[in-house]
């Protein structure tokens, strides 16, 4: 009996030795941030892999500009890129890199979490506060503070297949698709691609909240809103008739018209797949990811073409998204100034001078090397149309595919450009992923009580916590 | 003439002496010790610790009494999850808990050809969760592509949605674990079985008994300890199942394979929730130890039986 008890005492002690030591505040990176020559080592995320070699070749020559321009900073490679399952464990144990890339959608749960530094006072220094697009500085801003810099934006729209547009006759004399210009036109337009081929017409991902985003944008085009904020309190008002009708339109695709994917439970990815193989005619994404149907499944450049978001009665609707740079918490004012020097370097600068020209060439090489489709896709994050300007004429010359078949999408004259719902936009996407799958898998589901389900689950679960 | 000082030392030394003699032991165990401190109480405790807890940069930042718990039970997807939980039990030993006591039982007597069967059997067991996963994937997607809608078309029947149709969901997640796991269980019968006294089945024979009434009364009394072993390791395995349907369905549809584990690792990853993700494993873990300590008992009843 004695030496169980003695048993027990000591291991008590050592848990509790154990759960204390646990509690202490952890040591952070803070004493790595010079070199033993007195240089500002800045650590940079998504380094590119060894195997990468186009992209490291860009990255070294990157190095060797810093190296020249700002000898006191010491780059250190990180090949950490941004995942959502690595994230966490990389940011508690005070490893993130000092500077690293993340999406606008991610950037509220990484502010809430507290992983992202106050950059406010040196974006100022550098003036990039009154230079960065007030529509995508919001998306970085929490309290008027500052606490990432955009580096690049885009816009979603509709990707169509042109090998399948063309197969189901759906081109004009120059072989441009017919873009559609509505839903219903886009509906039309699946229904003669899925009688003509025999493949789907439409794609719509339900996973990893990609579902709820891309439903976002599909239903404000039929006049749905999703939160509003009243005397302070947010409210959730999607379970409206407007979002009821864009539903039903989801399920009609499926149910009345099949013409949707076969696989409804699966995440954005398996679009790539399916329309890089010309398995699908139509899905939401983004200009720029083109580059990944033609890098896994070497989609030939001629088969891709995009154009803005399509309307509703509502009108047309397309969302904002992009990559953000994010300063880790535990970087020191020196370390942030570091990391804006580099991301200056890299080309992420309001100011065009001829440096700024050069580092676009470099990546515009690069993409031309790794075969990637080239086109001016993005979306300007600076307040300045000269940026757009120079860029456009920098990029002209290394453009390798018909600028027809994508310059619809980047014309924003017809559309409206909305950010993410204001109130726990991944929450939301969730939930939505879950009503989505719903229609999409049971046959009698009644969209009504399903969007009341969301709403009220959403309402209770996340508003009503922070009302 | 009494010496005092004598009959004090006396039992100073007797414990002094026996200290002495278990140092070796107290050696030998600390390892052990060490090791069970560091990687299983530590963190266990931890984890009750800061679920009480807000947690910044996962380090306790201030003391939140049952707020985590409130968060948890409060949370519609923690029933829905919990439900599915005990589906995936009820249906792991529907499914998974007999066929192989069965095929055991079918190989311990058989005659021919036992090695290349037992070797069959094991072969799923050593293929990687994920990769066994995916090949289920593949047999069941829903279009004319899925390797199990091909054999419908081929006689005539239309597709069939598999995973996708949420009252079939958990059921087929269960098959295709069993598929992987069975050839363990197998393995681990069979042995049993080889230590039976084969005197009680000549025995029987002689009485008279056929292959049923031997099983009912030799066989099964002899694997009942490890029936019930097994039974309480599969709830206890099954119940913190995440992998396959994490691969598999996500969870869907409509969250209707969404395991406990899997909504928790969501919580903690996805959603950067960890406190309501450490509350939630607490309770899991109270489950568990409430199966653990019948599982004692009935064991203990079995024994003096």
Redesign the interface.
Known sequence: MK?RTL?AV??LL???A??FG?????KTNQATDVTKDGKIRVSVGNWPPDNDTARIETFNKYIEKMNEKYPEIEIVKDTWSYD??T??PK??S?SLPIVFQTYFTECN??I????AKDITKQVQEWGYDKKINPQLLKLVQRDEKIYGIPSSAYVLGLACNVALYKEAGLVDSEGIPLFPETYDEMLQNAITIKEKTGKAGFFLP????MGGWQFVAIARGFGAEFVEQKDGKWKAIFNSPECAEALQFIKDLKWKYNVL?????C?VDEFYKLYGNNQVAMGIMQGALHSLPVRLYNMKHENASMTSMVGGKAGRYALLGGTVNIISPNATDAQVDGAIKWLEITGVTPEVTEQTEESWKIKFEEQKASNRIIYDFDFNIWDNEDWKTRRREVIKPYVNVNEKLFDRYTDYSSIELRSEPEANA??LY?IL???L??V???KDADVEKVLAQAAE?FQ??YLDKIN | MLNISKIKKAPVRKVFNKILN?VSMWIL?LPA??A???VM??PI??VI?FSFCKL?????VEWVGFKNYKDVF???LFFVTLKNSFLYVFWSLVIGFIPPVILAVMLNEMMHFKTGFRLLLYIPVIAPSVAAALIWYFMF????SGVLNMFLNFFGAS?F?W????AFTIPLIIVTMTWKGTGSSVIIYLASLQSVNQDLYEMTAIEGAGVTRRFWHVTLPHLKTLLLLNLIRQIINIFQIMQQPMIL??G????ASLSINLHSYLL?????Q?EKSLALNVVVFIILMIVTAFYFIVQRKLEND
């Open positions: 030496k048993l000591v291991s050592s848990v509790a154990l759960t646990g509690c202490m505040p952890q959502v399952s994230f966490l940011a508690a005070g749960k990484i809430d979490a507290k992983y339900t996973t990893n909240n994917q076969d696989d409804v439970l995440s991944q929450d969730a992923d879950s009503a799958q719903t999409l898998t049971e689950n209770k679960n | 278990e165990l010790v060490l069970l401190i560091i109480w530590g405790t931890q610790g910044q940069n996962y380090v306790p409060t949370d519609p997607l829903p279009s004319s597709n949605a995973l996708q149709n949420s369905t996500d869907g549809p409509n969250n903690a990853f996805r959603d950067f960890p």
